[in-house]
């Protein structure tokens, strides 16, 4: 039986790019977090990504991170040699990205954005990120964040 999975614009991305993925659908709880979908799919929080959206001085960019960590927005700064730095609203991260907040993936996005991904997270057997929706999380191996164009970062500190 085959089972009928969101069609997001990561979904669509991901599926032009033949990327292999597990689709994962739950009751989505405001304000759950990495720690709700870890629950709920039995995984450790380290192994699901959250997709954090900065400003950093005038460009927007995206933040690839273990859901048991916080980005350091001082060692952000640095790395990306800016003085400003800091996440951003709601409503400026839809405009960029096109998916609500607790919704947001990588892939797809609205516009082009620069991205960012703790180092750690490719040694990753599996990662677990966002579908482009809340309640859906895609399991999906950490190379295929190549398709993203990235940069490594090495900005985390633990919760």
Not at 64 to 92: A, C
Not at 110 to 117: F, S
Not at 126 to 142: D, E, L, R, T
């Amino acid at each position: 039986m085959k089972i009928k999975i969101p069609v997001t614009t990561a979904i669509r991305f991901l599926n032009d790019n033949k990327v292999f993925f597990e689709p994962y659908e739950y009751d989505y709880q405001e304000k759950g977090g990495t720690s709700q979908t870890a629950s709920v799919l039995n995984i450790d929080e380290y192994s699901v990504i959250k997709t954090l959206i900065f400003q950093a001085d005038k460009e927007i960019i995206c933040v690839l991170m273990h859901g048991n960590y916080e980005v350091s927005t001082k060692e952000l700064s640095r790395n990306l040699n800016v003085k400003f730095i800091e996440q951003v609203d709601e409503k400026t991260a839809f405009n960029a990205t096109g998916y609500k907040f607790g919704g947001t993936s990588p892939f797809g996005t609205r516009k082009a954005l620069k991205i960012y991904v703790e180092e750690s997270i490719l040694n990753l057997d599996k990662i677990y990120i966002n579908g482009g929706k809340q309640g859906f999380i895609i399991a999906i191996s950490p190379e295929s964040l190549g398709l993203l164009n990235y940069k490594t970062v090495n900005v985390a500190i633990k919760k």
